[in-house]
Every structure is written in C-alpha cells, then in structure tokens.
C-alpha cells in the first residue's frame, strides 16, 4: 500500500491511476507558453499533498533530479528540461514509494489478459532485483573505500560494467530457473482483499481533474 500518513493508506489501484493521471497531466502541459510551465508546479504539489513523503527522501529525489537535468539545459530548452524534470518528481513520488507488494496488487486488479499482467509482475520483479544488486555494488564500492575522484574514479567507472552487469545476469537467470521450475506463467497470484474507501475516490478524482485542466489548457493554448 501507498503509506499516506501513519494512519491512512489509498488503495493501490488508486494509487497506480492517480500517478498516471498526474503524470499524464505534465507530458500534456503547454510548456512552449510560460504559463503552461509554471503550472507545472500544479501536480508536483497534488503529488507531494497526496503522499506526503519523508522530507528528507524528497530533498534526495530533488537533489538527484537536479544533478540529472540542469546538464540538460544546455543542450535543450528549458521547458522541455522543466517537463523532464516535474514527470520524474511526480512519477518517482507517486509510484516509487508504493513499494513491490502495492504495484503487485495494483498490476493483478488491472483488466488485463493474464498473460499480460504475469509480464508485468515479472518486469516489476526483475526491477526490483536489479535495484537490490545495485544497492549492493554500492555498499561495496563505499566498504572499500574506491571513491571515484581523478583518473582513480574513471577506471572504476570503466571497470563497474563487468562487475554489475554479469552479477544482473546471474540473478535474472536463477529467477527464471525459479519460474521455471514452479510452473510459472498459469494463474496470475491474486491481489490481497482491500476495500476502497472516500479517500481512494478523492484522489482519483483530484488526479483526473488536474489531466482533464491540463489537456482542456493545452487546447486553449
């Protein structure tokens, strides 16, 4: 589940088509007019309002970002770098914090072909290995103490390939054994029991209304 507060959670299907929506609502922003990037502020806000994240981790998020696009301005516009930027705030914090077991009962509520949703749970499981072994070449790399500074940290740039990569393959391949082995690819797991409530509604229909502004904008405009 989407952890809201430390006492309300929304409904993970909720979560899910909010995110979109929000997310949705920055690729379809006018930000060839000044206004339509302004308001990109609009669902950054709707995001931060509606889950309400550890300051600490947003100000790490924002902090990446930055370090990610402001190189970007001087190659593109700055709307196009602003637009960039908004879609990975709202999407990192609408979808990221919601963690395997809420986009796992989000993924099975979708109506979806089996098949389709088993694909799906697949990629989102592979992601979240992926995102463990990284973590993991991390740690390491800090335990021994390779900062990447001068020509030192070029040669461990070089060299951090062929260790992630091979280690990446290794466990996506015990993964499908694992699968494999379990007949995996017949029923899809079913979603544990949640019950919407007003608060689920409510920020579905926030999200959607904040789309239906930004596409009714993008027309004006």
């Not at 970002?65 to 602003?82: C, D, E, H, I, Q």
């Not at 991390?138 to 030192?152: C, L």
């Amino acid at each position: 589940m989407i952890r809201m507060n430390p006492r309300r959670e929304v409904h993970p299907l909720a979560g899910v088509l909010a995110g979109f929506g929000l997310i949705a609502a920055c690729l379809v922003l006018p930000v060839s007019h000044a206004s339509g990037t302004i308001l990109l502020v609009v669902p950054i806000a709707i995001a931060l309002l509606l889950i309400r994240p550890d300051p600490a981790k947003f100000l790490r998020l924002l902090g990446a970002t930055l370090v990610v696009y402001l190189p970007m301005l001087l190659v593109l516009p700055r709307s196009s770098v602003a637009q960039g930027a908004a879609t990975t705030l709202v999407g990192v914090t609408m979808l990221g914090t919601m963690g395997y077991p809420a986009l796992h009962d989000a993924v099975t509520r979708l109506p979806l072909p089996g098949m389709v949703r088993l694909l799906l749970l697949q990629i989102l499981h592979q992601a979240s290995v992926l995102l463990r072994e990284t973590v993991k070449i991390k740690h390491a790399i800090v335990v021994r103490g390779a900062i990447p500074r001068g020509f030192g940290g070029w040669e461990l740039l070089h060299a951090l390939p062929r260790v992630w990569i091979p280690r990446v393959i290794f466990k996506a391949n015990r993964v499908a054994h694992a699968l494999e082995m379990r007949g995996y690819g017949s029923p899809v797991p079913p979603p544990r029991d949640r019950t919407w409530h007003s608060f689920d509604v409510a920020s579905l229909m926030i999200c959607s209304g904040v789309l239906i502004a930004a596409l009714a904008l993008r027309v004006i405009l």
